[in-house]
């Protein structure tokens, strides 16, 4: 059962020792959201609010995630959101290739318990894990961003959309505007072509027919 397994996974993750970072961390950070969502969004690795809270997403780079996906039409609670390692790098530097494989497991469970129709790879690190969990050579950022490929991870076969990451855009203006535009020209259309199973995403759907709000009279 999705949430029986879910469940066991996440205390998996919550008493994982199996890479270093378990000794730095103050908790891990499994992920959250709906396990219905088609939309995964992955991250790279929980920040200094994150290990706090034990949270994906809930410092400043959160604010902007949230933000993004209120301009297309998502609830934050809809979709699911997590990191490619689950617990935080000292002094946030990049995760290592050791600690990314020893958390890989869990990622690939998330991927098949969710079994999301769109994964969104958020920054570089998360771009190159997937890509290559994929058995796609990843290029970089600027190459990524002109394609959307078909992937499969086990059982889950979902399109993979690799973006910057909201951190870097909060400190360059220009790179908020290329994700703002991936948010709207990539993953929303992505979204509405795969269609929803999810309400949040057949809300946002049904709001993106609508015609514009006339306004009132008197
Ligand atoms: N940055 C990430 O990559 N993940 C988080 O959860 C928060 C900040
Ligand atoms: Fe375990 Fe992943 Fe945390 Fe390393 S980062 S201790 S593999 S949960």
Redesign the pocket.
Known sequence: MKSSDYETLVSE?LA????P??RS?TR?VPGEGSLDSIIMFVGEAPGKSEDEQGRPFVGAAGKLLNTLLESIGLERGGVYITNV???RPPENREPEEP?VR??NP?LVRQLNIVNPKIVVALGRIAGKTLYEMCGLKWHNMRVARREVVKCRVGEASFKLVATYHPAAALYNPGLREELEEDFRERIAKVASQVGGKTKTLEDFLLRGKKEPTTSQEG
């Open positions: 993750i994982c020792e199996k890479c970072l378990s961390r891990a390692v689950k617990c600690e020893a958390c869990y």
